[in-house]
């Protein structure tokens, strides 16, 4: 079993930055990519930014340019910088995982609140 922790998140003004971290814990795996998901009130989840254990990374439009995803292959660890927050922004933060250990699975974290205040 793989388990996905999660921190960072909180309460910022709008404009303001965050970084949320995702941390990949457990024996014998490796990570096929990593990426965060979000979901607000009311609206169904999506995804936020992807990455490769290569470090390829992908974006949805609405974030291109304020944030910014990386990945530590050496510390299992994913990040999501966040700059320019938006009202918009405010959301459960989700890390995802697809992760090899002997066969390939799923994973997600239990979320992170993010609200951004005006």
């Known amino acids: 079993q793989v388990q996905l922790v999660e921190s960072g998140g909180g309460l910022v003004q709008a404009g303001g930055s965050l970084r949320l971290s995702c941390a990949a814990s457990g024996s014998d795996f490796s990570i096929n990519s990593m990426g965060w998901y979000r979901q607000a009130p009311g609206k169904q989840r999506e995804m936020v930014a992807t990455?490769?254990?290569?470090?390829?990374?992908r974006y949805v439009d609405s974030v291109k340019g304020r944030f910014t995803i990386s990945i530590d292959n050496a510390k299992n660890t994913m990040y999501l910088q966040m700059n320019a927050l938006k009202l918009e922004d405010t959301a459960v933060y989700y890390c995802?995982?697809?992760?090899?250990?002997?066969?390939?699975?799923?994973?997600w974290g239990q979320g992170t609140q993010v609200t951004v205040s005006s």
């Open positions: 995802y995982a697809v992760i090899t250990q002997l066969i390939i699975r799923n994973y």
């Open positions: 990455i490769t254990g290569g470090g390829s990374p």
